[in-house]
Nanobody
């Protein structure tokens, strides 16, 4: 069994910063990519940023230059540093990990429970 636990969400004023963390635990053999998605009310879930096991990153155009994704492989943890936050960044942020739970197991996607980020004055 695998769990992804997020932390770090909250209320912040426009222009402020937040740092999200997500730790994966349980039966983990290897983790390929880890990433962050978000879903605003009435909208579809969208990709925010992804980081591979080798450290390559991808960002949505809307967050480039403001958000930074990083990971600590030894701790199976991924982070999202969010700077210069805007009201349109308000959403529930979900952590994702593509991982294998055993040496012969297929790769599957796992999700965290989500953490609310609200940007408002």
């Amino acid at each position: 069994q695998v769990q992804l636990v997020e932390s770090g969400g909250g209320l912040v004023q426009p222009g402020g910063s937040l740092r999200l963390s997500c730790a994966a635990s349980g039966s983990i053999f290897s983790i390929n990519s880890m990433g962050w998605y978000r879903q605003a009310p009435g909208k579809q879930r969208e990709l925010v940023a992804i980081i591979t096991s080798g450290g390559s990153t991808y960002y949505a155009d809307s967050v480039k230059g403001r958000f930074t994704i990083s990971r600590t492989n030894a701790k199976n943890t991924v982070y999202l540093q969010m700077n210069s936050l805007k009201p349109e960044d308000t959403a529930v942020y979900y952590c994702n990990a593509a991982l294998r739970s055993g040496s012969f197991a297929p790769e599957n996607d796992y999700w965290g429970q989500g953490t609310q980020v609200t940007v408002s004055s």
